[in-house]
């Protein structure tokens, strides 16, 4: 068996970290590096020059860091490949990516843009759960939090339930305008975007 067979599947990520990662990529201002030896080579810069760290977090062997960076191994497998991509991408411009996360967190917040099934809990409320299609702004302390949790791992279902306040916060409630007590709940995530 070669080392490239015995990789590990990549753990799949939820639909709200994924979309968290990608408005990430939106804010680059370069395109990060997208062959294997690009990114093998500059991954081994983030990592020091060690083939060992890097080998560890990508699930595969020492020499086979050292054929892609060689080039005599160009097309990496699915697995080995979506790493490749996720751990450039995490590493990639991080001032930029840091100065995009600062700035939500502190005055301009996130937008998100989401289609999924929102229920509610609230006294006389006449709203029964369904799907709904919902556009809007999330307020800077709220980025903050799903950004802090995001950054220390948080699952998918500590960000639903941080994300569903937000949209109740903006959107259901009106900033506390209207609607108090009202609490929702958002599953079955069709889709979610979100824009620093």
Not at 41 to 49: D, I, P, Q, Y
Not at 59 to 83: F, H, I, M, N, W
Not at 99 to 107: E, G, N
Request: no cysteine; aromatic share 8%.
């Amino acid at each position: 068996m070669s080392d490239d067979e015995q990789q590990q599947p990549a753990p799949r990520r939820g639909k709200v970290l994924e979309a968290l990662a990608r408005a990430e990529r939106k804010v680059f201002t370069r395109p990060a590096p997208k062959s294997a030896k690009a990114q093998v080579k500059f991954l081994l810069t983030r990592a020091k020059g060690s083939t060992k760290d890097l080998a560890e977090r990508l699930g595969v062997s020492r020499r086979t860091v050292e054929r892609y960076r060689a080039g005599k191994l160009t097309t990496p497998q699915k697995r080995l490949q979506a790493a490749l991509v996720e751990e450039t991408e995490s590493e990639w411009q991080p001032q930029v990516r840091a100065h995009a996360r600062q700035q939500a967190a502190t005055s301009g917040g996130l937008m998100v843009d989401v289609v999924a099934y929102f229920g509610f809990t609230a006294s006389g409320s006449s709203d029964d759960g369904r799907e709904r299609h919902i556009t809007t702004a999330i307020s800077p302390s709220y980025a903050a939090e799903i950004l802090r949790l995001q950054e220390r791992g948080a699952t998918e279902e500590d960000l639903h339930e941080v994300v569903a306040a937000a949209i109740t916060e903006s959107y259901f409630t009106e900033w506390g305008t209207r609607a108090p007590g009202l609490t929702a709940h958002f599953s079955h995530v069709r889709s979610i975007e979100f824009r620093f």
